[in-house]
């Protein structure tokens, strides 16, 4: 089976669908492949505790971003300002594009 990639890609605008952070925006900072895992700036926080090394001198409780599953994020679409479901789009040149469903907007990746 050919990998056809996801719905978000890195430095995409989601929203998160489904579990403690449903409702919340944030840009996607890193996509995990094979897990099926996307990490999104300022969402599902998560405390570790780490012991004092040679790399930090400083030992305690931080605070990172944990990986969510990509099928509870849904890509924000600029026009209606909330995450809505993506549909395919072959342009006439032969490329691909994605369009919102419920506005029928183009959306442009960076």
Known sequence: MKFEGFHV???????VM???EKGKTGKVLQVFHKKDRVLVEKVNFIKRHSRPSAQTRQGGII?????LHVSNVLLVCPKCNK???MGKKVLEGG??????????EQIERK
Do not use: I, S
Not at 63 to 67: G, H, I, R, V
């Open 9 to 15: 890609r890195k430095n995409d605008l989601v929203e």
């Open 18 to 20: 489904a579990g403690k």
């Open 63 to 67: 605070q990172k971003e944990a990986p």
């Open 83 to 85: 995450g809505t479901r």
């Open 95 to 104: 490329g691909k594009a994605l369009v919102c469903k419920a506005c029928g």
